[in-house]
């Protein structure tokens, strides 16, 4: 698929997203969300991907929401397929076998702060604006943001920002615990790019499993979801991985995964 909307590299096993729609703030439109779909999709499949960054292009937005342009006048049809698009990027970056960061560089509201949720981790320069104010378009968050923010930071505070529309900037969003880490601007990505290289190195089986235990093992009981975690790590030791992780620890050497 040919981008417009988007910038996509992968170097040394790193995938970057990088949102690029400067005059609208890197607003996700519909056209967009589809080439985030895209490229989603070759990150999950091709096994030189070995980590995925999320990033908005230039230095004002990470994503400043849901083009509010393109969605005034939406009709329900169309809303619907927007919603279903939305939904199943969310749950494609959240689930595929491969860590995710998002390098949030500026705003990041509404669906911009719904996409930093659905990446493993997020890491902020201080400049950073986080929030949902939906509401003060009449609308609430629509692809997951009344869900992945209360599990992220707790109910009651995800109802402060999403009842209010307020927005938060990177050290609070950290304080609440809806960010990992914040750097200076000027080292969110070489920091981002440091750290995914070096989830990359390790064992590609075993990170799968460990999003696999702990995404489909949240939502059900503690005892279904400590059976879940025992059959990924039997798993882990049916690898080469495990051997040599383990070999490598006894004989002193870095390990050298292949994800086998
Ligand atoms: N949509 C469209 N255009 C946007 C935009 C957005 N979300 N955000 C900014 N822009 C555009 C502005 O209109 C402006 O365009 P021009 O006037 O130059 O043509 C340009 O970007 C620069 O913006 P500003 O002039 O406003 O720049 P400032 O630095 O003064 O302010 C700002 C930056 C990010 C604080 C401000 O632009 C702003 O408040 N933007 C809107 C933020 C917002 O409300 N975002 C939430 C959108 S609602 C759904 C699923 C999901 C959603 C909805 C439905 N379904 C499944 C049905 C999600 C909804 C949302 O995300």
């Given amino acids: 698929m040919e981008y417009k909307n988007i910038l996509f590299s992968v170097e040394e096993g790193i995938a970057t997203i990088a949102f690029n729609r400067p005059k609208a703030m890197n607003a996700m439109n519909g056209e967009t969300m589809e080439e985030l779909y895209d490229a989603a999709s070759v990150c999950k499949k091709d096994s030189a991907v070995k ?13 400043a929401g849901a083009d509010i342009a393109q969605m005034q006048n939406m009709k329900p049809a169309e809303i619907l397929s927007f919603m279903e698009l939305g939904h199943e990027t969310m749950r494609l970056i959240e689930t595929m076998p491969k860590p995710s960061i998002a390098a949030v560089n500026g705003y990041a509201l509404g669906g911009g702060t719904e996409i930093t949720m659905a990446c493993d981790m997020r890491f902020a320069s201080e400049k950073a604006v986080f929030g949902q104010p939906e509401i003060l378009l009449g609308i609430i968050p629509g692809w997951g943001g009344t869900q992945r923010l209360a599990r992220l930071v707790g109910m009651g505070r995800a109802k402060e920002l999403i009842l209010s529309g307020e927005q938060i900037n990177a050290q609070r969003a950290f304080e609440i615990g809806l960010v990992n880490r914040v750097y200076p601007p000027e080292a969110l990505m070489d920091e981002t790019r440091k750290f995914a290289r070096k989830l990359a190195a390790l064992s590609g089986f075993a990170t799968k499993m460990a999003k696999h235990a702990i995404n489909y093992g949240y939502d059900i009981s503690i005892d279904s979801a400590n059976r879940l975690e025992m059959q990924c790590i039997a798993q882990c030791f049916s690898t080469d991985d495990q051997k040599e992780g383990m070999s490598a620890f006894l004989e002193k050497r870095k390990p050298a995964f292949t994800g086998r």
Avoid: R
């Fill in 51 to 63: 980590a995925l960054i999320l990033t908005g292009a230039g230095e004002k937005a990470f994503v």
